[in-house]
């Protein structure tokens, strides 16, 4: 996320990759709040339901003061790690990567520290720089290595902030210790603070507020919520207008309530109102039935691969719920006999799994299913496919 203002935008409402500071909207006080606990030293769990926002807002505040200056700040994405080796791997090679951006001295003491490899590292000639040319394999004892790249953090020139998104990942490690040997590390640590971040809040909750689990109270949760409604039409009319097109605000906000707020959701359709207006032009609204349909059926693969992944006594849970909109006791006759579900038993059983599986969320006696376009696939497929 850098401010270069040498790349061409085109779009201003980015939907991929890296969010320049001049098309990120609004977070100030998120931002500021969140560099305020870790310069004091707190570690932070950090929740919100999908595409909220957090993984930009974490490179967001990396870009910010005094943490650009004097930090290092690592960003690691496990998302697609199954193993603690793996874990190990991901983690030594963002260190890495970063330290090398960032300083020579550093680099060449990381690679030091990494004594449990067993490969090498290799050089480049033409910057005399060492490369990361350890393999996944190469970690094979990878609590050592673990340990070590630790250790590495604790005895950095600078303070460290390590933040480890999509950190609910571990829970399904085949390895049963890692939030303990994870705790067992960070507890002694005085020269990094943590972020923790993922949009599975029933993990997250369990791992950081279940006291029979090492990471319990050890952070500070944050919860992210939508960016405000007035920040984003003060954002999304003045980059209209900055390419000469106009926007009416009360179409910015019909977007932003059919999208009930989620940031990703609200800023692809903006992205695509703003690529069907001609420049002096006025965006209208008639064009949204389209460009919904279009999200929907881009998503509707993996909508489809979601679905095949759960029962069909789970599916016709799902699909009433979706029906619902707001479900309240779906245990109850009245609900079961509207939808010809089998009995309450069979959608309490169903609807555990559809909650741990966090296809549906519940607060406050109401079912949901938190992913606003998914629910309007699902009601339009209405249980048929
Ligand atoms: N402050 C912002 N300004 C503009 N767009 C934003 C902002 N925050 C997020 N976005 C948009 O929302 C998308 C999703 O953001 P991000 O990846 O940070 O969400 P997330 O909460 O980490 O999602 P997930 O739970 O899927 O990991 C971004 O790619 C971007 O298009
Ligand atoms: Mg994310």
């Not at 030293?41 to 200056?69: A, D, T, V, W």
């Not at 919520?225 to 900055?242: C, K, M, Q, S, V």
Request: charged share 20%; glycine share 4%; net charge negative.
């Amino acid at each position: 996320m850098q401010q270069n203002q040498s790349i061409m935008i085109t779009n201003p409402f980015i939907i991929n990759g890296e969010i320049p500071t001049e098309y990120f909207c609004d977070r100030k006080k998120e931002s500021k709040n969140i560099v305020q606990m870790l310069t004091n030293g707190e570690n932070i769990c950090l929740m919100s339901p999908r595409r909220m926002g957090k993984s930009k807002l974490i490179q967001f505040c990396y870009e910010q003061e005094p943490l650009h200056s004097d930090y290092y700040c690592f960003y690691i994405d496990i998302y697609h790690t199954t193993s603690l080796r793996e874990f190990t791997y991901t983690f030594g090679r963002q260190v890495f990567n970063t330290l090398k951006s960032k300083s020579r001295k550093m680099t060449l003491w990381f690679v030091q520290a990494l004594k449990s490899l067993s490969a090498d590292f290799g050089f480049d000639p033409s910057t005399g720089m060492p490369t990361f040319s350890v393999s996944l394999g190469d970690v094979s004892r990878p609590e050592f290595t673990l340990e070590e790249i630790f250790k590495a953090l604790e005895q950095a020139d600078k303070p460290c902030i390590v933040c480890f998104d999509e950190f609910q990942q571990i829970a399904n490690y085949p390895e049963k210790n890692i939030e303990a040997l994870l705790r067992g590390h960070i507890q002694h640590l005085g020269n990094a603070n943590f972020i923790f971040s993922g949009s599975s809040r029933h993990l997250l909750t369990q791992m950081f507020h279940s006291y029979t689990h090492p990471f319990y109270n050890s952070t500070s949760t944050l919860v992210l919520g939508p960016i405000d409604l007035n920040e984003y039409i003060r954002f999304a009319t003045h980059w209209f207008n900055h390419f000469s097109k106009q926007i009416d605000a009360a179409i910015i906000r019909q977007v932003y309530q059919l999208m009930e707020s989620n940031t990703y959701y609200i800023q692809k359709t903006l992205h695509e109102l703003f690529e069907n207006t001609n420049p002096g032009g006025t965006c209208t609204i008639d064009q949204l039935p389209t460009i919904i349909d279009n999200m929907i059926e881009e998503q509707s693969t993996s909508y489809k691969q979601l679905l095949s992944m759960i029962s069909d006594r789970q599916k016709e849970v799902l699909f009433a719920i979706a029906d619902e909109g707001k479900a309240e006791k779906i245990m109850g006759a009245q609900f079961i006999r509207r939808y010809s579900l089998p009995s309450a038993s069979a959608v309490q059983s169903s609807v555990k799994k559809l909650l741990e599986a966090d296809f549906v969320t519940f607060f406050d006696g109401v079912y949901t299913i938190p992913d606003v376009l998914f629910r309007m696939y699902l009601k339009r497929i209405g249980g048929k496919e």
